[in-house]
């Protein structure tokens, strides 16, 4: 028909994302962020439970104490977070996005802040994380990767000396891979 299609008023099959389809998770990271620290980080030294979803329900949360993550939103967390669950906010892909919002995200800093605080397991992989994307990053990603290698570094936890050592060896160490590749 001689009707006007919907892809013209940016309504039809494509909808109005047809333009741009990578969302703006800005937002998305500031409540992930909000949630995230309402809740209290799984210690890497305890296994979790085998059946994670009924622990989870009946699991005992204690009070945050003097070691509490200053980003903490409550003395008192909601509820703990699952190993899995923990694992899911630290993997690469949403991992890379978190550190591209980071700069334009309100609580990005503060989530991967509170995930690292007193745990040399999740600052590991933090660091490892950041230093296989600046290996790989174009040269104007790479300044976001290293923000949060600042706030790392600016934690003031009982691993603040290990977390920093940690990262100063294993980025030399990637450095000296890079230089001695070239001859």
Not at 50 to 76: I, L, Y
Not at 100 to 108: D, I, R, T, V
């Amino acid at each position: 028909g001689g009707a006007a299609s919907g892809s013209a008023t940016g309504t039809g099959p494509a909808g109005p994302y047809a333009v741009n389809n990578t969302p703006n998770l800005t937002h998305m990271v500031g409540l992930l962020s909000l949630l995230v620290r309402s809740c209290s980080v799984p210690q890497q030294d305890e296994p979790e439970p085998a059946n994670a979803a009924a622990a989870g329900a009946t699991q005992q949360v204690a009070p945050a104490g003097p070691g509490v993550s200053p980003t903490a939103v409550e003395t008192v967390p909601i509820r703990a977070l699952s190993s899995h669950e923990a694992n899911l906010i630290l993997g690469r892909p949403f991992f890379a996005r978190i550190v591209k919002e980071y700069s334009k995200a309100e609580g990005a800093g503060e989530l991967l802040g509170h995930m690292c605080w007193e745990s040399k397991v999740y600052s590991k992989h933090v660091i490892d994380l950041v230093r296989e994307n600046v290996t790989r990053a174009p040269l104007d990603q790479i300044k976001a990767f290293l923000r949060v290698l600042t706030a790392l570094v600016q934690l003031k936890d009982g691993q603040q000396t290990w977390r920093t050592d940690y990262m100063l060896r294993s980025h030399l160490r990637a450095i000296e891979a890079m230089v001695y590749s070239r001859d």
